[in-house]
């Protein structure tokens, strides 16, 4: 388990340590402009030559890359260009994360209950009106684009419920409708997979063989059933929390959350190279060290992964 | 049935018809089976896939698919009838611990994320009421009990952890771990190489010695059949054609079918010949049958096989047959040639 776990780490750090070089590089070819924004137009050949250089820009790539992980590795990731002149990327960002991990965080408290008892129920169900009702639900979902449903979610939600239509922290009534909005799809991903899971397990031998042994068919659903359903989805928990940092682009605007939802577009549109090698910094190694959580945990649940040789065998 | 002194019959089946309900259309998967089982007896019920057997089998402990009913007929067991049983609640005293079942593949019969100790613990708890140390001390022992080594350590390993032999010892053990009276193999030993069939068949043989329990073997293999039962039972489209102790029916087989089915061993083959294989499907169970099952892909059927169905007929006390050539009026059939030549070099030697 342990050399397991120990594999898996140097395997995401390399992984994160090539994906943040590669990015870091890129960003060098970019033009120059992205370091002046609308003062390049009035900046004359030395002057951008002479800024360049105080901000070691001019230097071997090698050193750059060297710098920036120094500064990381001391919580520095830089100050922003254009977005916000020279105020450093972690005071932009640090007030932002709490707003979008926190909606993310509920979704996901939500999506997971609910989600969870209406894939259970539909397994237990197959085949009949509950499961046809919430493969409709799933397909709704997953064919709409959310841009439709979550207007109408907004629109209906307030004037029919009358819950604020627009985010106002002090006001915790208008923390439901973006709640909700963000686990709608969330419901049907683990209603969907739960039930996937569960189907499945029902038609194993050993399911048959713990019926045979004379188990009430509710011992055998939650210590069978739904216990061995429930590993491969615990796989994707981890990854889920983590991204909830990210935030959500479109509820965010929706509601006017002053989270981290579109900030990553924002800052590419905008030019702004240091917030964009930031912010891939961040979102990457969010994901990274998801599927390294993920990982831990189907270890930890599952037995056999312990002694899977190479480590990624499942 | 009345000469030598019988033992107490522990299970009997009567005229037993279960339907299957497909698509809206009906299937008999069972039309019409009796047998009865005596204490500590062995039965195999041979057959070919699509017979019945399985089907029949698991009536007894109320695993049948959620499509399926018992229709007709009763299952007697202990002063119950199990074919009235239609709740959960019925079968719990019933399932697991007066009759208990073994499945063909222990590879896949055994959940993955429990212990092994764990899953036979679960079923020592439940049908001997026992807890915490003592429950763990008898799957210790149940483990011992059916030949895993070391069985302290294995107890708390996990089914990957186990050889495929050591898995089907392990079932064997849940099976057995609440000191069932019959105990129901479904074909125990066909994903197993064959020196650990032996090993299998063995240790069932010894357990049933010790314990005294009823075994019903369900299995495709004569050679099995030979080497564990006391009676045989022949189904052929869910119908059981010729029952009778394992001499009566490698001996002396009256029923088509049943010689069809021996001729078809590799083993009892003629050198030089190509292996025998019965021709034709057998019957579609969807639609009704008239006359006798297997009277189209017989070459030596009458022509009542396939007006009426034939009764049963007494061979012996022990021996009974569904077919016509057993009615004083038939002509004389003789059994082909393989069987002949069988019966001759089986004289004098077990199989």
């Given amino acids: ?314 | 049935m009345t000469a030598s002194p019988a033992p107490k019959a522990i299970l009997e089946v009567r005229d037993l018809v279960i339907k299957f309900s497909l698509r809206g259309r009906l299937l008999s998967a069972v039309r019409g089976a009796s047998l009865s089982l005596s204490e500590g007896e062995t039965l195999a019920i041979v057959g070919e896939s699509g017979s019945g057997k399985s089907v029949l089998t698991k009536s007894f402990i109320g695993m049948l698919d959620q499509n399926g009913r018992v229709d007709a007929g009763n299952i007697l067991f202990e002063g119950a009838d199990l074919a009235t049983f239609r709740r959960e609640e019925d079968w719990l005293p019933i399932r697991g611990k007066k009759i208990a079942m073994v499945f063909q593949d222990p590879m896949t019969s055994l959940n993955p994320l429990l212990t092994v100790g764990r899953q036979i613990r679960e079923v020592i708890e439940l049908h001997r009421g026992l807890v915490g140390k003592k429950a763990e001390i008898a799957t210790v022992e149940m483990l011992d009990r059916v030949g895993i080594i070391d069985p302290e350590a294995r107890a708390d390993q996990y089914p990957h952890e186990y050889s495929g032999g050591m898995r089907q010892r392990a079932v064997i053990a849940m099976a057995m771990a609440c000191r069932p009276r019959v105990l129901i193999c479904d074909e125990p030993t066909t994903a197993l190489d064959v020196t650990i069939q032996a090993q299998i068949l063995g240790l069932i043989k010894a357990l049933q010695r010790d314990f005294g329990f009823t075994t019903i073997y369900i299995t495709h293999d004569l050679g099995v059949v030979a080497n564990v039962a006391d009676k045989v039972a022949v189904m052929y489209a869910g119908k059981i054609v010729e029952i009778g102790t394992t001499e009566d029916i490698f001996y002396d087989a009256r029923h088509p079918y049943t010689w069809a089915l021996l001729s078809s061993l590799p083993q009892l083959g003629v050198k030089g010949r190509p292996l025998y294989s019965i021709s034709g499907t057998p019957p579609n169970l969807f639609k009704e049958i008239k006359g006798d099952a297997f009277a189209p892909r017989n070459p030596r059927a009458l022509k009542i096989d396939f007006e009426r169905e034939p009764p049963m007929f007494e061979v012996s006390p022990t021996h009974r047959a569904a077919t016509w050539l057993l009615d004083p009026r038939a002509p004389r059939v003789d059994p082909p040639e393989s069987i002949r030549a069988m019966r001759e070099s089986l004289r004098g030697e077990i199989i």
């Fill in chain 1, 1 to 314: 388990m342990f050399g397991y776990a120990v594999k898996r780490l140097l395997q995401s750090l390399f992984t994160l340590f090539i994906v943040v070089s590669l990015v870091f590089l890129l960003m060098r070819l970019l033009p120059v402009e992205g370091y002046f924004g609308d003062r390049f137009q009035k900046m004359s050949v030395g002057e951008v030559q002479a800024s360049l250089r105080k901000m070691g820009l001019l230097d071997p790539w090698y050193l750059q890359l060297g710098r920036f992980y120094a500064g990381v590795a001391r919580g520095d990731l830089g100050v922003s260009f254009i977005y916000r002149r020279d105020v450093p990327i972690t005071k932009i960002i640090a007030p932002r994360i709490p707003y979008s991990a926190g909606f993310g965080l509920v979704a996901i408290a939500i999506a997971m209950t609910a989600g969870l008892a209406m894939g259970v129920g539909m397994a237990r169900n197959k085949g009949k009106l509950q499961d046809r009702a919430g493969t409709v639900y799933i397909v709704f979902v997953n064919a709409v684009p959310l841009a439709v449903y979550l207007l109408f979610v907004q629109l209906y939600g307030s004037s029919l419920l009358h819950l604020p239509i627009l985010f106002d922290k002090y006001n915790i009534a208008s923390w439901i409708l973006p709640a909700v909005s963000m686990s709608l799809n969330g419901i049907a991903f683990y209603a969907m997979w739960i039930r996937r899971y569960m189907v499945d397990e029902l038609n194993k031998d050993y399911i048959k063989l713990a019926r045979a042994k004379g188990l009430p068919n509710r011992t055998v659903m939650v210590r069978h059933v739904m216990r061995n359903a429930y590993v491969p989805m615990a796989q994707y928990l981890p990854a889920a929390i983590l991204a909830t940092i990210g935030g959500s682009i479109y509820i965010e605007s929706l509601y006017s959350i002053p989270g981290m939802g579109g900030l990553l577009v924002d800052v590419i549109q905008r030019q702004d190279n240091a917030m964009v090698q930031a912010l891939v910094l961040i979102f990457s190694s969010v994901g990274i060290v998801g599927l390294f959580l993920g990982d831990l945990l189907m270890a930890l649940l599952d037995p056999r992964i312990k002694l899977a040789k190479g480590g990624g065998a499942r």
